[in-house]
């Protein structure tokens, strides 16, 4: 699998980004997607995840201010985030997983390159 995350940048508090995740080597729109992040000197941590289905969940820390997306035919994952705080720096990660009890976990998978997000205060 190959999983390409882009469009990070440095935002101030309270603004806006949107990522993307282009994927490819599996059958996407089987997969749950989820997005990870790891801040500086932390554990890497799921964020957010869309099952096949459409369904999706979140981590406490960023519910109401991100939203998950997918466009299947793009085989590409959206997370769209917003009232973005300095505890939202990180570089994110897309991963892929054909079982969602699963897919929150970080352990025993192959990573692609994240994106670097920095949100000033």
């Known amino acids: 699998v190959q999983l390409q995350a882009s469009g990070g940048g440095l935002v101030q508090s309270g603004g806006s980004l949107t990522l993307s995740c282009v994927v490819s080597?599996?059958?996407?729109?089987?997969?749950?997607m989820t997005w990870y992040r790891q801040a500086p000197g932390k554990q890497r941590e799921w964020v957010a995840m869309i099952t096949s289905g459409g369904s999706t969940n979140f981590v406490d820390a960023v519910k109401g201010r991100f939203t998950v997306s997918r466009d299947n035919a793009k085989s590409t994952v959206y997370l769209q985030m917003n009232n973005l705080k300095p505890e939202d720096t990180a570089v994110y990660y897309c991963?892929?997983?054909?079982?969602?009890?699963?897919?929150?976990?970080?352990?025993?998978?192959?990573w692609g390159q994240g994106t670097q997000v920095t949100v000033s205060s």
């Open positions: 080597g599996i059958a996407f729109s089987s997969n749950v």
């Open positions: 991963n892929a997983d054909l079982n969602p009890l699963r897919a929150r976990f970080v352990g025993g998978r192959s």
